[in-house]
């Protein structure tokens, strides 16, 4: 904790950041339907209009939401039956979709886990679709503390009720910690709460923002 001036000469406290709290996909790792059914659908606009009119964004988010994929599944069967073994794929091959980490990332959180630096993680996951992720990707994810899961809780982001749960589940003050997602609207709701929200972009961003902060 240091303290400073305002304009007026009055010290104001200021609280050095201490912890790193990351989201997952899109931030440490790839992530996207298509990378699984591109490999299912070999034409490309058969492929755009079944990820745009079927397998939404949108019917997905339900899974981060906390519902399961056997009821989820079953309703969008019922609504395209035509595309019943694609959609009933989505479930037990969910981990194609995650091809592996984004440049630079795994080394930017060892350099943080040798340095000392808490790490945390709040994701928008399925609490099916992640234990086999977590287990799969154990050797970044065990430098990890803890990671508060959307599906786990039934809360997602930018919902504030997601962050005030995972600062206290931590242990964390907002103004100690530093909060990196690449979604505009978690950023802002992290913001909101007093947390240093980034939004990612590259991992040399990345690095420039937390050696700023002396983190790194």
Do not use: C
């Not at 209009?49 to 019917?59: K, M, N, P």
């Not at 992720?133 to 050797?139: I, V």
Request: glycine share 6%; proline share 6%.
């Amino acid at each position: 904790m240091t303290d400073r001036q305002d304009a007026g000469g009055a010290p104001v406290t200021q609280h050095r950041r201490t912890a790193v709290i990351f989201d997952i996909g899109r931030v440490l790792y790839h992530w996207d339907p298509r990378f699984l059914y591109e490999r299912l659908i070999p034409e490309d606009r058969a492929l755009d209009a079944f990820l745009a009119e079927v397998l939404t964004h949108d019917w997905h988010f339900q899974h981060d939401a906390g519902r399961d994929f056997a009821e989820t599944s079953a309703e969008l069967i019922a609504l395209h039956p035509e595309h019943r073994e694609l959609i009933a794929a989505w479930g037990p091959r969910f981990l194609e979709s995650i091809p592996g980490p984004i440049a630079g990332m795994p080394e930017i959180v060892e350099r943080l886990d040798a340095a000392g630096v808490p790490l945390f993680a709040i994701t928008n996951f399925s609490h099916e679709f992640f234990p086999p992720f977590r287990a799969r990707e154990a050797a970044l994810f065990d430098r990890f503390r803890d990671i508060v899961v959307s599906g786990d809780e039934k809360l997602v982001k930018p919902d504030a009720a997601i962050y005030r749960l995972a600062l206290d589940r931590f242990g964390l003050r907002a103004e100690e910690a530093v909060f990196v997602d690449d979604n505009a609207a978690n950023v802002a709701g992290a913001a909101a709460l007093g947390i240093e929200a980034i939004l990612f972009t590259d991992a040399d961003a990345l690095e420039a923002r937390l050696r700023a902060l002396g983190l790194l």
